[in-house]
Every structure is written in structure tokens, then in C-alpha cells.
């Protein structure tokens, strides 16, 4: 099995200094009156943000950081069909030696830095809650990990690619942690490794299909639960935020999942135009957390500087829809765990939820958006807690690894 390199971000001067010339080539557009976020990301939001990139911002100091405080690796792993990829990726063992492995995954617009707030929780061993060891891996093509050379990298080979990461580091059992595509990613990795792999899930963004009578197909008597059972304020809520969200802000994803290439010229060439497709996303999909300048610039930074260059992360979205396998992936016996938080861009009824998920384990938030482990590192640490702890739905799954 290939050794794990261990890895520091190094962005060359050169490379700053071609970003801060192309930010001074920048030609922004006009805007009219008044448009606030209805037309997108607003001018004077990214006038700001350019200023603050050009003169103030410092990306060796927050690079320094990163550094520091996540311990990042890179291995080769091999993925049928597609060769040796060498993947980046955060590990973090606990000092518990019965901590459970935990991999958690990102998705889009994020990247390896949403772990960085819930690794010291999750690391930290305590005689009242579970202790774990975290692998967070950069998706292929984002961050340091290393792009797809050919099309058709689907689901299961992110599956695939993650399971034996997991095995490579002596992980031959474990749960995981996602949202977004994390979340497809995860439940993929459920019907594929689970359960002798993959021993329970938690998520934070659960989709499920719009087909209803597909899903409820082979058991009538839940589905006539599913119509007798109303919504509850809540549901209702969420429902009616996702409608907005399809109806206003899915051109991003028509746009990745039909011809991302043609976007990527705009992103890999200019870093203000990455910096307004990118921001249109994180400042909007959060509930109200109060972004810093510098927040948003090290997000951005991180995939301007990215190993294959800011488009790659968008074919994520080409190659699983056109395999469909975001609404197709089987029912399994996985347990899992969903925290619902108000402001999440995606909800679905919770009775259609139990019905395609064996769902073990519901927390819901008063607050917190898409980016539950970077918005509320705390409430989803928490949850993760209860569900893995002593008493929990899920505790003791991974045999040998309680967390205490």
C-alpha cells in the first residue's frame, strides 16, 4: 500500500504575483439601481472583496494557518479505470485509541477547510462523549487532490477512491459525515462498502428522490403513513425555501452540470469572476453567519490556487447527473443520523426521508445554513456525539471503537 506524504501548502510568490495582476486588470461590470442579490452577487460586495484582495490581505499568513492547525497528507490511490490519483487529505487521530474513524467529505463550493472547526471537537477525548479520528480528503480536483484525466468519474468511483483511502490508513471500518455532495458521496459509499465498511452515516443535507411513488412502491403501508402524516411548521418551511432556491438559484447548477467547461475559462482565468460565482453561494447559503473579508478571500484562494485549477471542481456536477445516481442509489440497512438545520437550501419531508434512509437518528436546529460544520461546528459535533455516544442509536458500531 503507498506510504502518505506528509503535505504543506506552498503557493509560490509567482503565482501571487500573476493573481494580483489580474486583479488589476479586472474590468468590472455596471449594476442598476437597487438590485441587491436579486440579480446575483452584488458590485459592491465584490468591489470590497477585490480592494481587500489587492491590498491588505495577507494569503501566506492564513496558508501559515492552515498549516499549523490541519494536519494534511497526500497518497496514491488507484481507481478502476482511471489510474493513480494522489489525493490530499486532513487526518487528525485522536489520543483516544478507541476513538471511532470518522471520514467526512465536502462538496461545492466548500473544500478540506470546512473540517477545520470541528477536528479540535471531534479529536478531543472526554470521559462524557465519544472521541474520534477524522480523515477529511480533498474531492478530486479540488483543493491539492488531483483532477480525473478522463471523463465518466462517477459516485462509485469517488466511493471507490474514499473506501480505499480509509483501508490505506488502517480504517477497515468506519462511519461518515457529509453534506452536499458529501452527502451523495456517502450514501454511494453506504450501498457500496456498507455495512462491512461503511458502518453508519451522518448528514446535515439529506437529499432524497422526487419520485414518490417509486420510493413508496414496495411498501404500501408507509406510504399511506406518508399521506396521513402532515407536514409540521417546520417541514412546511423548509419545503417552501427549497422551491425558492430551484426557482432562483439553480442556474449555477444547470450551467456545471451541462457545460462546465465552457465555464471554467471564466473561472481558471479570472479570480474575480471565481470570486462572484463562489460568493453568489456561501454568502446567501448560510443563516446569517457573520463572514469576514478574509473568510471569504481564504475560500476562494484555496481554489484559485487549487492543484487543477477552479473549473475542475465543477465536473462533479456533469459526470453524476448524467449517471443519475444522486436520486438512484438503494435503500440500505446503514444506519443513519440527519441534523436539519433551517436554513439548508434543500429539505424534504421527513417521513419520505425515513422511508429511502434507515434513519436512526434526527436533530433539528434553530439556526445554522449549508455549511453546518463551518456555521455551527458545535451543534453538529454535538449531534454526532449523541448519535455515536453511550446511550445513542449508533453507539458501538464500529466494533473496537466506542469513542472512549
Known sequence: MPEETPFKIAVPDDALSLLQRKLADTRLPDEVEGAGWDYGTPLSD??????????????????????????MFTRDIEVDGFGVLNMHYVHKK??????????????WPGSFIEVSKILPLLTAGGAGHPSFHVVAPSLPGFGWSEAAHKPGFRGTHYAELFNKLMLSLGYSEYVTQGGDWGHVITRILA???????????HTNMPICSTDIFGTFRNNP???????LTPYTPREREGMARSRMFQKTGMGYFAQQSTRPQTLGYNLGDSPVGLLAWIYEKIGP???????????????ISIY??????????????????????????????VPVGISFFPKEVFHAPRELLRAELNVVFE?????????????????????LRRMFGRGGPAAGVVPGHSGF
Open 46 to 71: 465584490i468591489k470590497r472583496l477585490v480592494d481587500r484582495w489587492r491590498g491588505g490581505y495577507d494569503w501566506h499568513a492564513h496558508e501559515r494557518e492552515l498549516n499549523q492547525h490541519l494536519p
Open 191 to 201: 450501498s457500496q462498502y456498507g455495512p462491512k465498511h461503511v458502518k453508519a452515516s
Open 221 to 227: 403501508l408507509r406510504f399511506a403513513k406518508y399521506l
Open 363 to 383: 436533530s433539528e436546529h434553530d439556526a445554522g445554513g449549508h455549511f453546518a460544520a463551518y456555521e455551527k461546528p458545535e451543534a453538529l459535533v454535538d449531534d
Open 94 to 107: 485522536s489520543k483516544v485509541a478507541g476513538a471511532v474513524p470518522v471520514l467526512f467529505v465536502h462538496g
Open 285 to 299: 447559503g448560510t443563516d446569517n453567519y457573520p463572514w469576514t473579508d478574509d473568510e471569504v478571500l481564504t475560500w
Open 304 to 333: 484559485w490556487f487549487s492543484r487543477a485549477g477552479p473549473s475542475a471542481s465543477t465536473r462533479i456536477y456533469y459526470e453524476l447527473s448524467k449517471s443519475e445516481e444522486v436520486f438512484r442509489t438503494p435503500r440500505t440497512s
